[in-house]
């Protein structure tokens, strides 16, 4: 067990053996299939992803960038969609979304659900009905509200008393009725991250079953002429691996739906139980497939309503990260590599590469594990316990904390990290100034860029200079 270090935990007794989870691989060239998209795979020195070579594609595009199975991807939206068949699936672009994207998502018969004006800009120039476009918020202004209206937007999930006389007010001035559902906390703590479980009391999202917000809230908007009612919104987290949150929170969502159709006389003809659902980031991740998630959510949901006596109302989901997440992978270049000396002898090797935490900012934000492995060549060397670090000025700048890589990894290797399909493009940034990597989508043996790197002149255009 690794023990408290004054210098800090990565030098405390234990650290250099990595999390008990990691195994030290008899092959550090192979890879495990379950963390990589569905066509990634080593073709002798090359790994592939959608018939593309990973060096022939750094070597046209350069790194760091982001490489997209869209086989992988627009597989993984189906199976969601073919395994809730008759719920409305909607893909959370909060995990990522380009016009590429939202293009593939609206071919394939997926919903979308947006939460900033700009994701509700790119869904409506992708090609998405904005009908099919569900909207989230916890701060929504009065023009934001006014632009998602006048767009004609299916649902607006209301997040607070403020927003509903706002939305109220918004509606009534453009002469329409919304539809809106009520987004509410269950009280379930998610098992995962703090700063993503979203269902217990004590955080920003949702308005409390509990303290009898939720239905003052229900009050509220059946009282306003201009919103139409359609139902509850939970959601429990994200990076969740099994049904049993949602089991609760269904339970005590599902009997607050009851107690409007007793107390309110209105039976609300949906429910959106939300997403969160999980990805292998590393070998410790053993998420569920949405056949064996759709058969529990089902179950659950139609045993709560046989209980309570009320009909089950249509059901929606928002999958982001199980969509998006395993399709995405992003590629490195090795800038050095420096085995750094620790108390009693112990050697960490560090591996630089030329990103960081400005395109996967989540191992310093959620203390995220990844894995990697060598792109563009085998090795016989033996695996050494290496952490791929970035180049940022910042001591936590850290992209794969613990991995095994060939002990003879050099300057110049390619490496590969999977998993970053979800939150890494999206959350990016120009930390240090960096650019941000394009987003290159691989199918086929043909790889095209749905997003273009950022250039310097992309810097400059939002700097004014001196104004005097």
Known sequence: MT??????????????????????????NELVPQLWSRTAHKRGDDLVVGGVALADLAAEHMTPAYVLDEEDFRARAVAFRDAFEGWQVYYAAKAFVCTGVARWIAEDGLYLDACSPGELTVALRG???????????????????RRVVAAGVGKVVVDSMTEIERLADVARDLDVVQPVLVRVTAGVEAHT??????????????????????????????????LELRGLHSHIGSQIFDASGFEVAARRVLALHARIATELGVELPEMDLGGGFGIAYTTQDDPAEPADLAAAMRAIVEHECRALGVAVPQLSIEPGRAIAGPSVCTVYTVGTVKPVRLDGGAVRTYVSVDGGMSDNIRTALYDADYS????????????????????????????????????????GDLLAVPGTGAYCRSMASNYNHALRPPVIAVRDGVARVLV??????????TDVGDQE
């Open 3 to 28: 023990t408290t270090h004054e210098a800090g935990w990565a030098h405390a007794s234990g650290a250099l053996r990595g999390p008990s989870w990691l195994r030290q691989p008899t092959d550090p």
């Open 127 to 145: 090609g998405v009905d904005p009908a099919r476009i569900e909207y989230h918020g916890n701060n929504k202004s009065v023009p934001e509200l």
């Open 193 to 226: 991250h703090e700063y993503i479980a979203t269902a217990h009391e004590d955080q920003k999202f949702g308005l409390s079953i509990t303290s009898g917000d939720a239905l003052e809230a229900v009050r509220r908007v059946l009282a306003a002429p201009g």
């Open 372 to 411: 990697c492995t060598m792109a563009d060549r085998r090795s016989e060397a033996e695996p050494v316990l290496a952490r791929v670090v970035g180049k940022h000025c910042e001591a936590g700048d850290i992209v794969v904390k613990d991995e095994f890589l060939p002990g003879d990894v050099r300057p």
């Open 452 to 461: 273009r790197r950022e250039t310097e002149d992309d810097l400059l255009a």
